[in-house]
């Protein structure tokens, strides 16, 4: 068997290019004014990207923001796209990090997802370019597995992130270390909501204290103005609505219908709270198996976030207390744990009439894979795409919104594959979502690819299927989740199947280590020191 092609491991497949506008254009009279209401960490990123894209071509930008209203937060955990939004506004990471207890994350642990022996926990890492090195020989085994060879296949075996991740080290490679290692981050998202707002403000953003009583319409339908209740009726050109789950302007006002994904993800509640930090700060998420759901633990630079994402169809919210606290060691404890409800789906019209929905308001996919900033990012990003040309018409609106819609349901299906592959039988929850039949066409042609041990490369590489995700992702989730032949199905290689020694690449990566160090002394390293911990726990 020849090995297959590998794509660059890249961690998403098209990328923006950031910058201020060159062109000296002015912006649509639809734009002059743009009001955000809502704050919080959809709120302040959204006006962070808007001052700095339209602001240079005259857009005047205010976030009003309810002192009454408390904040749901957007975090722990990131993408990798989080760094590409804090070098677009060059801000570094030695300014805002510190601030905001925040620490390096080099990929997700899955943990009793599976229960196939050998299966039972797998790492999916962050890429980086030296695993060009190592990403064929991986997609090669994971195939030759399906095809029943006995070959290794667990990605961690593969990617440097995993190494990493398994030392607590930071992802922070010596300078002479040819490679870039890609990654995300932890953070206290209430603080990053303090911290951007801000920026936000130095950058020339209007802040508005103010409660938001009212939403005042047009006779040709757009949205007039927002009444509040200390400055009585404010007037804008054009709405921003970050108003969470409320979806206030875009679902209340406007009406815009709302698109429910409850019958393919199952969680629709979370718990969460803190447990302290201890001598080792680790540089990975952990997503562990439980009864009804899925339990986090994220380490900041003070403390671990803890949670318990689960589904109020199967657990009662005292249940799923009781069981994270036992998990993490904290049954008797005083502290107080934090309960929220998840409306898990998206609207149909991201972008309505002169509203543009940002962050919760718009839509949300539970945080299993951390893509909430993600989410805010594209929103806003592609929405200042689309008017860069002055058109602001019905077609462009059309355009974005199937852009933005695809970008949801692409990662409702990666998301997905989590549960549907899991092979748990000590609940019903698992069960359930094992033999769910509701996924959509695109994976169940993915998943029959895979099944019959033909390449799912060429269909996710040109995007027909698995969309959003590289080839890279794709194989980590399917091989790491065990879905090969078992036992007396699998053959040894003949010594033509699996040309590839597994100890050159373990050495390759062994080696590769000497030049990264331990998290805690890197984050030691950057000034200033972190800010006092805050004293609400805020996630996603």
């Not at 609207?347 to 539970?366: K, M, P, Y």
């Not at 995700?469 to 199905?489: N, T």
């Not at 597994?502 to 972190?530: C, G, H, W, Y």
């Amino acid at each position: 068997m020849t090995a297959t092609a590998a794509p660059t491991a890249t961690v998403f497949n098209y990328t923006y290019q950031y910058g201020v506008p060159d062109s000296p254009a002015r912006i649509p009279p639809a734009l002059k004014r743009i009001a955000i209401v809502g704050g919080g960490t959809a709120g302040w990123m959204a006006a962070m990207i808007l001052a700095h894209k339209l602001g240079p071509r005259g857009a005047e930008i205010s976030v009003l923001e309810s002192p009454a209203v408390p904040i749901v937060g957007v975090g722990e955990g990131s993408t990798p796209w989080l760094r590409g939004f804090f070098d677009m506004l060059g801000i570094e990471e030695s300014e805002w990090m510190p601030e905001c207890n925040a620490t390096y994350k080099c990929g997700i642990t899955f943990s009793g997802w599976s229960t196939r022996p050998g299966f039972e926990s797998y790492f999916h890492p962050f890429a980086s370019m030296l695993d060009n090195l190592t990403l064929t020989q991986f997609t090669h085994n994971a195939q030759a597995r399906m095809n029943g060879l006995d070959v290794e296949a667990r990605p961690d075996r593969f990617f440097i992130a995993s190494y990493l991740a398994k030392n607590r080290m930071a992802p922070k490679p010596n300078r002479n270390f040819p490679f870039d290692v890609w990654y995300g981050y932890h953070f206290d998202a209430a603080l990053v909501g303090k911290y951007l707002h801000k920026k936000a403000v130095e950058r020339g953003v209007k802040y508005v204290s103010c409660h938001v009583t009212n939403v005042n319409m047009k006779e040709n339908g757009d949205i007039k103005s927002v009444t509040t209740k200390e400055l009585g009726e404010l007037e804008f050109d054009f709405f921003v609505d970050c108003t969470g789950f409320a979806g206030l302007l875009i679902q209340k006002a406007l009406k815009t219908p709302f698109v429910s994904f409850s019958d393919n993800l199952f969680n629709d509640s979370a718990v969460a709270m803190p447990t302290p930090m201890g001598e080792k700060i680790g540089s990975q998420t952990i997503s562990a198996a439980m009864k009804s759901g899925w339990r986090w633990e994220i380490p900041l630079t003070n403390r671990y976030g803890n949670g318990y994402v689960y589904s109020s169809s199967f657990c009662s919210p005292d249940e799923a207390e009781k069981e994270l606290r036992e998990a993490i060691g904290m049954l008797e404890s005083p502290v107080e744990a934090r309960h929220l409800k998840m409306r898990i789906g998206r609207v149909t019209d991201h972008w309505n009439r002169n509203c543009l929905a940002v962050g919760l308001s718009q839509g949300f996919i539970e945080p299993l894979e951390a893509t909430a900033l993600l989410f805010i990012q594209r929103a806003v990003q592609n929405f200042v795409d689309a008017v860069e040309g002055g058109d602001m018409g019905e077609a462009v609106r059309t355009r974005y919104n199937a852009k933005i819609n695809e970008h949801f349901e692409d990662t409702r299906d990666y998301i997905v594959t989590h549960y549907k592959t899991n092979t748990r039988k000590d609940t019903e929850y698992w069960r359930a979502n094992a033999e769910n039949p509701k996924i959509s066409g695109a994976l169940q042609e993915l998943y029959a690819l895979w099944m019959s041990g033909k390449s799912i490369a060429p269909a996710v590489g040109s995007q027909k299927l698995g969309k959003g995700y590289p080839i890279f992702s794709w194989y980590c989730i399917l091989a790491g989740m065990g879905i090969f032949p078992e036992g007396e199905r699998l053959r040894k290689p003949n010594g033509k199947g699996s040309p590839y020694n597994m100890e050159e690449i373990d050495n390759l990566l062994s080696r590769s280590l000497m030049n990264f160090r331990d998290q805690r002394e890197v984050l030691e390293n950057i000034p200033p020191k972190a800010k006092e911990p805050s004293l609400q726990i805020y996630f996603w």
